[in-house]
């Protein structure tokens, strides 16, 4: 006689799913050739960070990140790596906006840019924006070095919620470096000076948690934020002063370099408030793909 079959085990409807967060780090190295075309020397992907060469010639490559999956979710610990080798030129975008997503893993998701630009090298860092959903708790965090003559213009745009949603926990922080030229010897014992120097440090804490984020002084109700950095001693921007306009405002920066930054109500007005005052002070920097912003 058949034993009867064990029941499955009772299931509490209070107990959320497990779920195994992502751990990935993608790398990205251009260096030019002898004759002086860029070429990717090192494309390393992991899912879902998946860069994809999409156009470029001469000195400048273009890549674009691809999603390999939704999310992230809390707990996802992703990143990339970025090396920009001595006179090339990465142009660096995305296929679509990022959304951070709740979930079930211990702590917030992260995602961490490193990236180490050349001498004479240029790094455009242009993604879409990243999209903070309700109940998400994310963590961006970027690190830039720049050669002494090298050249960066840098794209972040948050958007709080998806439509009809209020957003989720967002904090970012930037770090951009410039590596000292080298000078002449010591000739006292004096002790030497730094290595690098701060261009620009800066963080930003965002959410429904975070006192008085809706008030003047930080949103003013807007749902957009975003910045664009254009900065390094090669970028050859003549000398500009701080302006205010509608919901965007231009800082100058000891460079050179100038930071733009803006609040809207969506995406595509926060776009073009950074447009109105970045767009004309990228020079060369400017996207070579045709009607790109």
Same mark, same amino acid.
């Given at each position: 006689?058949?034993?009867?079959?064990?029941?499955? *085990?009772?299931?509490?409807?209070?107990?959320?799913?497990?779920?195994? %967060?992502?751990?990935? &780090?993608?790398?990205?190295?251009?260096?030019?050739?002898?004759? $002086?075309?860029?070429?990717?020397?090192?494309?390393?992907?992991?899912?879902?960070?998946?860069?994809?060469?999409?156009?470029?010639?001469?000195?400048?490559?273009?890549?674009?990140?691809?999603?390999?999956?939704?999310?992230?979710?809390?707990?996802?610990?992703?990143?990339?790596?970025?090396?920009?080798?001595?006179?090339?030129?990465?142009?660096?975008?995305?296929?679509?906006?990022?959304?951070?997503?709740?979930?079930?893993?211990?702590?917030?998701?992260?995602?961490?840019?490193?990236?180490?630009?050349? /001498?004479?090298? %240029?790094?455009?860092?242009? *993604?879409?924006?990243?999209?903070?959903?309700?109940?998400? =708790?994310?963590?961006?965090?970027?690190?830039?070095?720049?050669?002494?003559?090298?050249?960066? &213009?840098? =794209?972040?745009?948050?958007?709080?919620?998806?439509?009809?949603?209020?957003?989720?926990?967002?904090?970012?922080?930037?770090?951009?470096?410039?590596?000292?030229? /080298?000078?002449?010897?010591?000739?006292?014992?004096?002790?030497?000076?730094?290595?690098?120097?701060?261009?620009?440090?800066?963080?930003?804490?965002? $959410?429904?948690?975070?006192?008085?984020?809706?008030?003047?002084?930080?949103?003013?109700?807007? &749902?957009?934020?975003?910045?664009?950095?254009?900065?390094?001693?090669?970028?050859?921007?003549?000398?500009?002063?701080?302006?205010?306009?509608?919901?965007?405002?231009?800082? /100058?920066?000891?460079?050179?370099?100038?930071?733009?930054?803006?609040?809207?109500?969506?995406?595509?007005?926060?776009? =073009? =408030?950074?447009?109105?005052?970045?767009?004309?002070? %990228?020079?060369?920097?400017?996207? *070579?793909?045709?009607?790109?912003?």
């Amino acid at each position: 006689m058949n034993s009867p079959a064990a029941s499955p *085990p009772a299931v509490s409807p209070h107990v959320a799913p497990s779920r195994t %967060t992502v751990r990935a &780090r993608a790398a990205l190295q251009v260096e030019l050739d002898g004759g $002086g075309t860029a070429r990717i020397t090192e494309l390393r992907a992991a899912v879902p960070v998946l860069p994809r060469r999409t156009g470029g010639s001469g000195r400048v490559v273009v890549v674009h990140l691809v999603g390999g999956a939704g999310g992230p979710l809390a707990g996802d610990d992703l990143g990339l790596d970025i090396v920009v080798g001595a006179g090339a030129h990465l142009v660096m975008r995305s296929v679509a906006a990022t959304v951070a997503l709740p979930g079930h893993g211990a702590g917030p998701s992260t995602f961490a840019l490193r990236a180490q630009v050349g /001498p004479a090298a %240029t790094l455009s860092f242009l *993604p879409e924006p990243t999209v903070v959903a309700r109940g998400a =708790r994310h963590r961006m965090t970027t690190e830039i070095i720049l050669a002494a003559d090298a050249r960066l &213009r840098y =794209r972040e745009e948050i958007i709080l919620g998806r439509f009809g949603e209020p957003g989720g926990d967002l904090e970012t922080s930037l770090r951009v470096d410039v590596d000292q030229a /080298p000078g002449p010897a010591p000739t006292t014992d004096a002790a030497p000076g730094p290595r690098r120097r701060p261009l620009l440090h800066q963080e930003l804490r965002l $959410g429904p948690h975070v006192p008085g984020v809706a008030g003047p002084a930080v949103l003013a109700g807007a &749902r957009a934020v975003g910045s664009v950095l254009v900065a390094g001693p090669a970028t050859g921007l003549e000398p500009v002063t701080a302006a205010v306009g509608d919901s965007v405002a231009l800082m /100058p920066l000891a460079g050179p370099g100038v930071l733009v930054c803006a609040l809207a109500d969506d995406a595509l007005a926060l776009r =073009r =408030r950074l447009d109105s005052l970045a767009g004309v002070l %990228t020079g060369s920097l400017a996207d *070579p793909l045709p009607g790109g912003s």
